[in-house]
T-cell receptor
Framework: SQQGEEDPQALSIQEGENATMNCSYK?????LQWYRQNSGRGLVHLIL?????REKHSGRLRVTLDTSKKSSSLLITASRAADTASYFC??????????FGAGTTVTVRA | DAGVIQSPRHEVTEMGQEVTLRCKPI?????LFWYRQTMMRGLELLIY????????DSGMPEDRFSAKMPNASFSTLKIQPSEPRDSAVYFCASSPGTGNTGELFFGEGSRLTVL
């Protein structure tokens, strides 16, 4: 299995602004998943993008995938206080293991 | 559906005591995972079950850790004897597919403190 590496480690933005975070991985994947973790809570699945997809949207979330660069990005538009959380990417390869990196901690200021 | 249910949510125990964490996966899910989260090491996969069978326990730190899944609706993670370095949040997650083909549904975690 492999884990993604999220960048930046931390991000602070004003409410209403957009937040972008990136994920890099090392080997080929079947899909890549993004999760959110609010403080003291479990991880929540946000979006899954398959290796043959380049972009996917879900509400205010936009995910891109560039398999040639082995990278993905997560964009949160029009951020809200409730978006304050840690965000993790999880590249999924041919085994069953889903590994998580250190995450990006996003703080949305009112 | 109530989601993945873990108990207890918080456990404080003394070194040397036995700790049992419990998980009820979402009904109909074939895969179950136990993860451990600490500030130092992040999220670590401890063990993976598929159709109640342990497929990979290579992430289990040592023999003090054991996990069982006696049926499709219940799993336990046991630490005996517990040590202060076992302090962490332990998450159970289930998935409707096999392995990582789809999303994982996480419980709210069990926060363990070993004094």
């Amino acid at each position: 299995s492999q884990q993604g590496e999220e960048d930046p480690q931390a991000l602070s933005i004003q409410e209403g602004e957009n937040a972008t975070m990136n994920c890099s991985y090392k080997t080929s994947i079947n899909n890549l998943q993004w999760y959110r973790q609010n403080s003291g809570r479990g991880l929540v699945h946000l979006i899954l993008i398959r290796s043959n997809e380049r972009e996917k949207h879900s509400g205010r979330l936009r995910v891109t995938l560039d398999t040639s660069k082995k990278s993905s990005s997560l964009l949160i538009t029009a951020s809200r206080a409730a978006d304050t959380a840690s965000y993790f990417c999880a590249p999924a390869s041919n085994d069953y293991k889903l590994s998580f990196g250190a995450g990006t901690t996003v703080t949305v200021r009112a | 559906d109530a989601g993945v249910i873990q108990s207890p949510r918080h456990e404080v125990t003394e070194m040397g005591q036995e700790v049992t964490l419990r998980c009820k996966p979402i009904s109909g899910h074939n895969s179950l995972f136990w993860y451990r989260q600490t500030m130092m090491r992040g999220l670590e996969l401890l063990i993976y079950f598929n159709n109640n069978v342990p497929i990979d326990d290579s992430g289990m730190p040592e023999d003090r850790f054991s996990a069982k899944m006696p049926n499709a609706s219940f799993s336990t993670l046991k630490i005996q004897p517990s040590e202060p370095r076992d302090s962490a949040v332990y998450f159970c997650a289930s998935s409707p597919g096999t392995g990582n083909t789809g999303e994982l549904f996480f419980g709210e975690g069990s926060r363990l403190t070993v004094l």
